[in-house]
């Protein structure tokens, strides 16, 4: 049997063994109203609700990059990837540079 199964039931078993224990443990919830008695089950359920409940817009929601950016990006990064492998540089220049240029050509050299 698999090792991450077991623990997955061992710790199944373990919450429900310390739910079982905390049934009557209440406790008083504020939320513009004060609510009395809760079980504190239901408080921790309640609770894990509410956040899986406003992470889904966040998970199922739209995508902000576009799909040609993100492929273009794959393909940039596949060019780069080649270029390290066959030993150029990818390293982009500028078009335009106001620094003056570290070359030196050969007729200003003599």
Same mark, same amino acid.
């Given at each position: 049997? *698999? &090792?991450?199964?077991? +623990? ?6 373990? !919450?429900? %063994?310390?739910?079982? @224990? ?16 809760? *079980? &504190?089950?239901?408080? +921790? ?6 956040? !899986?409940? %406003?992470?889904?817009? @966040? ?52």
């Amino acid at each position: 049997m *698999p &090792v991450k199964l077991i +623990i997955a039931i061992a710790l199944m078993v373990l !919450v429900a %063994v310390l739910t079982g @224990f905390n049934l009557d443990n209440r406790c008083a919830i504020w939320c513009f109203h004060t609510f009395e008695n809760v *079980p &504190v089950i239901g408080a +921790i359920l309640g609770s894990f609700v509410a956040g !899986v409940l %406003v992470t889904l817009p @966040f998970t199922f929601g739209k995508r902000r990059t576009s799909v040609k950016t993100t492929s273009s990006k794959r393909e940039q990064k596949k060019a780069e990837k080649a270029a390290k492998l066959s030993g150029e540089s990818t390293a982009s220049v500028p078009a335009s540079t106001d620094a003056p240029s570290a070359e030196v050509s050969s007729s200003e050299n003599s």
